[in-house]
């Protein structure tokens, strides 16, 4: 097993390749010929892009980035502010980079709206999250074979754009945290509730503020486990308001953390665990 220090300067110096790599191609892509300097311009600082590393595999080769600029986020609709399904426009672009051999590759062709990017265990594949019409799907890119693969995720369920992807320890399984279909609706139809009206009727007898009542909503998630060889999902947690989740090192249960809170005077939370294996995988103290 590599030394913790040794991983530690392998994925620093990976990191600075990395942007050192894409800060050149930007710069190049935008530079233009000019004889005479010109004034800074709005213009200019939308187009300012910033550089963001995505993730880096363990073994600090492979380094995903993304690279955005103020345009790319034009279009925020802030009346829907504090609407737990609503997503802001965030485009950007997605590249691959190459630590050992400085080359690059840019994941799509155009702009896209992506977020959770996350390698397997030997970097074989990458995991993320792309926007498509108003919901986030997760799909698999196949380094190798430069192809993406949909992960199929069941019928009643979508993927909750608030949860981490995590892969287990030998790749073979993604875990993933969902949504009831249901539960869109249910929050949409609450915010406009909140919002929508001239006149908002709350009792103090409510257990929770409203706003932090309908912000809570977006902790009930159910998790499952995707295993890349049969592209099946099995549940492993059923829905709870589920608040962190980690799995362990050698992926035979996941720690999770429940929030039980039953008013807000009191906020209250569960440590539990799950077993992973198929055979078992209901919750235990």
């Known amino acids: 097993m590599r030394h913790p220090n040794t991983r530690h300067i392998i994925s620093c110096a990976a990191l600075i390749i990395a942007a050192a790599i894409i800060t050149l191609l930007v710069r190049t892509a935008s530079a233009q010929p000019s004889n005479s300097q010109s004034a800074f311009t709005v213009d200019d600082l939308l187009n300012a892009v910033n550089v963001s590393v995505a993730d880096l595999s363990d073994d600090g080769r492979w380094v995903a980035v993304t690279v955005s600029s103020l345009n790319d986020r034009i279009g925020i609709d802030n009346r829907r502010f504090g609407d737990p399904t609503y997503i802001a426009p965030s485009l950007g672009e997605v590249w691959i980079i190459d630590t050992q051999t400085a080359k690059t590759q840019k994941l799509f062709q155009d702009k896209r ?3 959770g990017l996350k390698w397997s265990p030997d970097a074989s594949r990458l995991a993320l999250l792309v926007l498509k019409g108003d919901q986030f799907e997760p799909v698999l890119w196949d380094r190798a074979a430069n192809k993406f693969v949909n992960v199929s995720v069941p019928q009643s369920k979508q993927v909750a754009d608030n949860g981490d992807l995590v892969w287990s320890a030998d790749g073979t399984q993604l875990i993933l945290a969902l949504h009831n279909v249901e ?7 609450r915010f406009k509730y909140e ?11 409510e257990p929770f503020l409203a706003w932090d009542d309908l912000r809570r909503m977006s902790a009930l998630r159910s998790l499952v486990a995707y295993d890349i060889r049969s592209g099946q999902a099995r549940e492993l947690l059923p829905e709870i308001k589920l608040n962190s989740y980690e799995l362990s090192q050698d992926g035979s249960f996941i720690t999770y953390q429940e929030d039980i809170t039953k008013k807000i ?3 209250c939370f569960r440590q ?3 077993r992973h294996e198929p055979s078992s995988n209901q919750p235990r103290d």
């Open 113 to 115: 709206q992506v977020r």
């Open 183 to 189: 539960w869109q609706k249910k929050v949409q139809e």
């Open 195 to 205: 919002t929508g009206g001239p006149v908002v009727v709350h009792s103090s007898k």
């Open 265 to 267: 005077s009191s906020r």
């Open 272 to 274: 539990r665990e799950a």
